[in-house]
């Protein structure tokens, strides 16, 4: 069987998948992309954007629907175990795109992170977590994995986790998992090394 090839260069969204792909354990090879607009690239995302994850014929090129595609492909914990996880773990990645990631990318513009938006998406974390460590499971799921990643933009350290602890402390250790500090390094790597080219 051909390995998983995912492009987009580490420090990219393609983090997401990196990530994923390291906690189940599944064979890849990172493709880097030199330019997403060249034709080859548009072939396999008309959007010009990274990742892309080629399983096979299989092509996506959403992040978060390549991490629950990959939880589903390679069953292990942080796949969903019945069908209330498996919505749940839609839920809370539908959330993240649309109550996180859009915000953040409008917040990395402004000087002050809005506290009334930050008070409203650290709370909805901070009662989810009230049932215990993980988000969906007693356990890391891809639902965690997914919602977390997008805490790791430039925005992220602007943010005051003062009044969510449990939001606070599941993030650090959604962060200090193995497969995550691999993938964290290798994207600090791959960006000191873009930056002397």
């Known amino acids: 069987?051909?390995?998983?090839?995912?492009?987009g260069v580490p420090w990219s969204r393609a983090s997401r998948c990196l990530w994923m792909l390291e906690e189940i354990g599944?064979?890849?090879?990172?493709?880097?992309?030199?330019?997403?607009?060249?034709r080859e690239h548009l072939a396999r995302n008309p959007n010009g954007?990274?990742?892309?994850?080629?399983?096979?014929?299989?092509?996506?090129?959403?992040?978060?629907?390549?991490?629950?595609?990959?939880?589903?492909?390679?069953?292990?914990?942080?796949?969903?175990?019945?069908?209330?996880?498996?919505a749940q773990a839609l839920d809370w990645s539908f959330w993240a795109e649309s109550?996180?990631?859009?915000?953040?990318?409008?917040?990395?513009?402004?000087?002050?992170?809005?506290?009334d938006w930050l008070a409203d998406v650290l709370g909805k974390l901070e009662a989810a977590l009230e049932k215990g460590p993980h988000l969906i499971a007693?356990?890391?799921?891809?639902?965690d994995l997914n919602v977390a990643n997008m805490f790791n933009g430039p925005v992220s350290s602007r943010l005051d986790f003062g009044a969510h602890p449990r939001a606070s402390a599941w993030l650090q250790a959604c962060r200090s998992r193995p497969a995550a500090r691999r993938v964290f390094q290798r994207a600090a790597e791959a960006w000191k090394a873009s930056r002397r080219e």
């Open 1 to 7: 069987m051909s390995p998983i090839r995912l492009h």
């Open 26 to 38: 599944a064979r890849y090879e990172n493709v880097a992309v030199a330019d997403t607009r060249s």
């Open 49 to 86: 954007r990274v990742p892309v994850l080629e399983d096979g014929p299989l092509v996506m090129w959403e992040s978060l629907a390549i991490n629950l595609h990959l939880a589903k492909r390679f069953p292990s914990d942080l796949s969903p175990k019945s069908l209330s996880e498996e």
């Open 99 to 115: 109550e996180l990631e859009r915000h953040f990318n409008e917040i990395a513009s402004l000087e002050t992170v809005p506290g």
């Open 138 to 143: 007693p356990r890391f799921t891809v639902a």
